[in-house]
């Protein structure tokens, strides 16, 4: 029989668990942007959108995501993870990091972004209205 600690463990182990499915980069021009990652060999996969397409990355599971965004743009690029949910983390880390984009809604569920000790954007989204958005 598995004792509570063990069993609160690993349910803090999987709450914890973080998939890499998207580089992010915030953009300017997205025309301009797409066009250029296209000459380095990439695809688009999709549109979420007029300002947001998802591109394939030769080799790679995961996505390049260009996004017009003002919000976005004073950001910087970097990864997006796949998280189960987005408001446990954020309840759970509000105090200890610095959140830049509060929990959000999404296509695919909810979306923040925070920064990490040097000041690069970190964003987290979960798939709780689609889960199958990510396609794992």
């Given amino acids: 029989m598995l004792d509570r600690k063990y069993l609160q463990v690993n349910l803090e182990w999987r709450f914890l668990q973080m998939k890499l499915v998207f580089l992010f980069y915030p953009v300017k021009d997205l025309h301009r942007s797409l066009a ?9 996969d999709w549109w979420a959108d007029k300002d947001t397409v998802a ?4 080799g790679s599971d995961v996505k390049l995501m260009l996004e017009k965004d003002e919000s976005e743009e004073k950001l ?6 796949l998280i189960n949910s987005v ?20 296509p695919p569920g909810r979306y923040a972004a925070f920064e990490d000790e ?8 979960d798939g709780t209205k689609n889960n199958n958005f990510f396609n794992c």
């Fill in 36 to 44: 250029f990652y296209k000459k380095l060999g990439m695809e688009e």
């Fill in 55 to 58: 591109l394939n990355i030769p």
């Fill in 76 to 81: 910087t690029p970097g990864g997006m993870f």
């Fill in 87 to 106: 408001e446990q983390f954020y309840r759970k880390h509000k105090e200890d990091f610095h959140f830049v984009i509060e929990p959000c809604d999404v």
């Fill in 118 to 125: 040097s000041g690069k954007t970190v964003r987290v989204v």
